[in-house]
T-cell receptor, first 115, second 111 residues
Framework: EAGVTQSPTHLIKTRGQQATLRCSPI?????VYWYQQALGLGLQFLLW???????NRGNFPPRFSGRQFPNYSSELNVNALELEDSALYLC??????????????FGDGTRLSIL | LAKTTQPISMDSYEGQEVNITCSHN???????ITWYQQFPSQGPRFIIQ???TKVTNEVASLFIPADRKSSTLSLPRVSLSDTAVYYC????????????FGKGTHLIIQP
C-alpha cells in the first residue's frame, strides 16, 4: 500500500511569492490534514479537509488556504510568502472523515524555504 | 480542548525500558490517545493508540489509568534507532480540536 506522498520535496521561494504544495493521501482515505513544523518546534495544525470540504482550520492567516479534489488529493497554497513561513509542511490522511480512533498517516513533508 | 503535557527530553541507554508519560487532564469521553514517533526531516509515524487500560503491539505498550488523565508509552529494550521525538495526541471525536501536537519528548538513547 502506497503511503501519503507529498510534492515537491523541497521548494525555494522569495518573499511575496506564492507557493503550492501537493498531497496524495493513502488510497481509501477521505480526510487530509495539513501541518506546519518550524525548525525545532512541534506540529501546528493548519487545515483539515474531508470529502472536498474544509472542516476546520488552525490559527493561521487567510493567506494559507487549500482545497481537496474529488480524488481526495489536496493542495496547500501560501500567498504573500514571509520569511517566517519557512518550515516543513506535513500532510496526513486518515480513513474516516470524523477524527476519532483512526490514526493519521503522514507524508515526509515539503521543506519550504523563503529567501 | 484536550491539552497534553510531556517532558521535553529524556535520556536512556540501549537495552533499557523507557517510559514516557503524557498528561491530559481534560480528556473527553470520546477521546483516544495516540502516540507518534518522528525522526528528523520525516513525518511522524503512528506507534500505538488506546482508549483505556493497556494496549500492546509489536513495538510498544500503552498504559492508561482508570481516570484517563495520563498515559504512559513504554518502549521495551530500546536501541540507538529509537532516538526520536515522541508525541502524545489526544484525538477528539467529531472535530479537529484535538489536532494539536505539543512539542513532544526528545528521547536520546546512548550506547
Amino acid at each position: 500500500e502506497a503511503g501519503v506522498t507529498q510534492s515537491p520535496t523541497h521548494l525555494i521561494k522569495t518573499r511575496g511569492q506564492q507557493a503550492t504544495l501537493r498531497c496524495s493521501p493513502i488510497s481509501g482515505h477521505t480526510s487530509v490534514y495539513w501541518y506546519q513544523q518550524a525548525l525545532g518546534l512541534g506540529l501546528q495544525f493548519l487545515l483539515w479537509y474531508d470529502e472536498g470540504e474544509e472542516r476546520n482550520r488552525g490559527n493561521f492567516p487567510p493567506r494559507f488556504s487549500g482545497r481537496q479534489f474529488p480524488n481526495y488529493s489536496s493542495e496547500l497554497n501560501v500567498n504573500a510568502l514571509e520569511l517566517e513561513d519557512s518550515a516543513l509542511y506535513l500532510c496526513a490522511s486518515s480513513l474516516w472523515g470524523v477524527v476519532s480512533n483512526q490514526p493519521q498517516h503522514f507524508g515526509d513533508g515539503t521543506r519550504l524555504s523563503i529567501l | 480542548l484536550a491539552k497534553t503535557t510531556q517532558p521535553i527530553s529524556m535520556d536512556s541507554y540501549e537495552g533499557q525500558e523507557v517510559n514516557i508519560t503524557c498528561s491530559h487532564n481534560n480528556i473527553a469521553t470520546n477521546d483516544y490517545i495516540t502516540w507518534y514517533q518522528q525522526f528528523p526531516s520525516q513525518g511522524p509515524r503512528f506507534i500505538i493508540q488506546g482508549y483505556k487500560t493497556k494496549v500492546t503491539n509489536e513495538v510498544a505498550s500503552l498504559f492508561i489509568p482508570a481516570d484517563r488523565k495520563s498515559s504512559t508509552l513504554s518502549l521495551p529494550r530500546v536501541s540507538l534507532s529509537d532516538t526520536a521525538v515522541y508525541y502524545c495526541l489526544v484525538e477528539a471525536g467529531g472535530g479537529a480540536d484535538g489536532l494539536t501536537f505539543g512539542k513532544g519528548t526528545h528521547l536520546i538513547i546512548q550506547p
